[in-house]
């Protein structure tokens, strides 16, 4: 899909989606519709930026997230050696993928935290980074911390960073579930029968600074529930009854059962009129990097005053009404309605707003 925030919102407006068949034996053990990173792209890019730091001491995941803020740093002021910036590493499985294939890597790179702290070394932050891992809302959750962080003046920059690669575990899981579509996904259509899983990095940069995006408010809420209560309480939370976004994010996972929970619960909250897409059908479900592009790409397209498309909709298969497209639309965006759902029930939301001059 792309590189940097550019080439991957141009491949979105442009309808080219990265969701391929794959039959790499690996991974699974029948062919399955996925979107890869380019590894050897990847590789080469790496040896481009770790100076005299050898690449075999880093694991995919880590040169994929190493990777994803080197390019955020690039556009901001931020200093990762200022004694008030912390990472904040969103993930669900992170180097789980060293279960079957160590490489030579001590068992302790298992840990969550220890790949965070390899990738805060590598860009010298002092403080020690946070770790959020909460299913499929880690993303949302995670730039909700470093806002809370920040608000509450423990640190001036959070480099949130969310990361997560395919590994036979992580596709062993989702099959089990039967959950995975045998194409590429559809969300909220009437067609619908999976999703696709997807890897990627994407990293925010959060500032005291004025910029030009505002992280106004957010929720995290807990608690299963077909009709969408925890989902509902998390967007009513986050809009506090006054704001209504020009534009809504959704999960949009296209399993059965994600979307239909996510049509009443936007219903629910009044918002069945406001333009809404997911971005799966493009980059697959990316599990704790998903909150964070997908959010990226939405506001970086509202810049341009447009809505993205939601790859692979036609036909509205929900049983409530809301205002999916599959073609981009124009309008005049300001504020974003990011939400995401996860397994055990977890629930987040968050609402940005774009200030003028961005």
């Not at 190493?66 to 390019?71: C, M, N, T």
């Not at 935290?113 to 891992?133: C, H, L, R």
């Not at 619960?265 to 009044?270: C, H, M, S």
């Not at 939400?339 to 629930?347: D, E, L, Q």
Request: include cysteine; charge should be neutral.
């Amino acid at each position: 899909m792309g590189w940097d925030t550019r080439e991957n919102l141009d491949s979105v407006l442009q309808g080219r989606g990265g969701i391929a068949i794959c039959n790499d034996r690996s991974l699974s053990p029948e062919d399955l519709p996925v979107a890869l990173l380019d590894w050897d792209e990847l590789g080469k890019r790496f040896l481009g930026i770790c100076g005299k730091e050898n690449p075999k001491h880093y694991t995919r995941f880590e040169k994929a997230g190493i990777l994803s803020v080197y390019e955020a740093l690039k556009n901001s002021s931020a200093d990762p050696a200022d004694p008030e910036c912390t990472l904040i590493l969103s993930t669900t499985k992170g180097n789980v993928e060293l279960l079957d294939h160590p490489d030579g890597f001590d068992k302790g790179r298992l840990h969550l935290w220890k790949s965070a702290q390899v990738i805060a070394d590598f860009f010298g932050i002092k403080n020690t980074p946070v770790v959020v891992s909460n299913a499929c809302v880690s993303g949302v959750a995670a730039m909700l911390i470093g806002r809370q962080m920040i608000s509450s003046g423990p640190c001036k920059y959070a480099i949130v960073l969310g990361v997560d690669l395919l590994s036979r575990f992580i596709v062993s899981g989702f099959q089990s579930f039967l959950s995975l579509s045998k194409q590429a996904c559809r969300p909220f259509d009437s067609e619908r029968d999976g999703l696709s899983l997807g890897e990627a990095a994407a990293c925010v940069i959060l500032s005291r600074l004025s910029g030009g995006v505002e992280l106004l408010s957010g929720s995290n809420i807990s608690g299963p529930s077909r009709t969408g209560e925890g989902l509902l309480l998390a967007i009513r939370s986050t809009l506090g009854g006054q704001e209504i976004p020009k534009l809504i994010s959704a999960h949009g996972t296209a399993t059965p059962y994600n979307d239909e929970m996510e049509s009443i619960a936007i219903n629910r909250a009044g918002l069945s009129e406001v333009p809404l897409n997911s971005l799966k059908g493009y980059f697959g479900h990316t599990l704790g990097a998903a909150g964070i592009v997908e959010s990226i790409i939405n506001l970086e397209a509202m810049k341009q005053g447009l809505f993205p498309a939601t790859r692979g909709f036609s036909t509205l298969g929900v049983s409530r009404k809301i205002n999916v497209s599959n073609e981009t639309r124009t309008g005049n965006p300001d504020t974003l309605l990011k939400i995401a759902s996860g397994f055990g029930g977890c629930n987040a939301a968050a609402l940005f707003k774009l200030l003028p001059w961005s």
